[in-house]
């Protein structure tokens, strides 16, 4: 079984700046060989994409955080990380991890089908 735990989450005024972390457990999981993944859900909508790294430290992002978020990754604590700046009311959702993907890149060029999940930590963005 493979485990993530995201941490970081909380309330931020808009402009503001968090750091969400996930770290990633099991006697499944390769942390090495994963592409890693950041997704959120809003209230009421659809959980979306927001920005993957590969094992080789490749990134991409949603069009709506590009330049504003960056993620990254530490091979030997088995962790991903979302920096996330200039916050705005439009990112509030829960931030979810997602390890163990069965679609490496589609035509998008993002990972899809995660067969891990974390439980999702609440980022709140404030007027």
């Known amino acids: 079984q493979v485990q993530l735990v995201e941490s970081g989450g909380g309330l931020v005024e808009t402009g503001g700046s968090l750091r969400l972390s996930c770290v990633a457990s099991?006697?499944?999981?390769?942390?090495?060989?994963?592409?890693m993944g950041w997704y959120r859900q809003a209230p009421g909508k659809q959980r979306e994409y927001v920005a993957h790294?590969?094992?080789?430290?490749?990134?991409k992002y949603a069009d709506s955080v590009n330049g504003r978020f960056t993620i990254s990754r530490e091979g030997p604590k088995n962790a991903v990380y979302l920096q996330m700046n200039s916050l705005k009311p439009e990112d509030t959702a829960v931030y979810y991890c997602?390890?163990?993907?069965?679609?490496?890149?589609?035509?998008?060029?993002?990972?899809?089908?995660?067969?891990?999940w974390g439980q999702g930590t609440q980022v709140t963005v404030s007027s």
């Open positions: 790294i590969t094992s080789g430290g490749s990134t």
């Open positions: 099991g006697s499944r999981f390769s942390f090495t060989f994963n592409v």
């Open positions: 997602a390890s163990g993907a069965r679609v490496l890149a589609g035509a998008d060029g993002r990972p899809y089908d995660f067969a891990y």
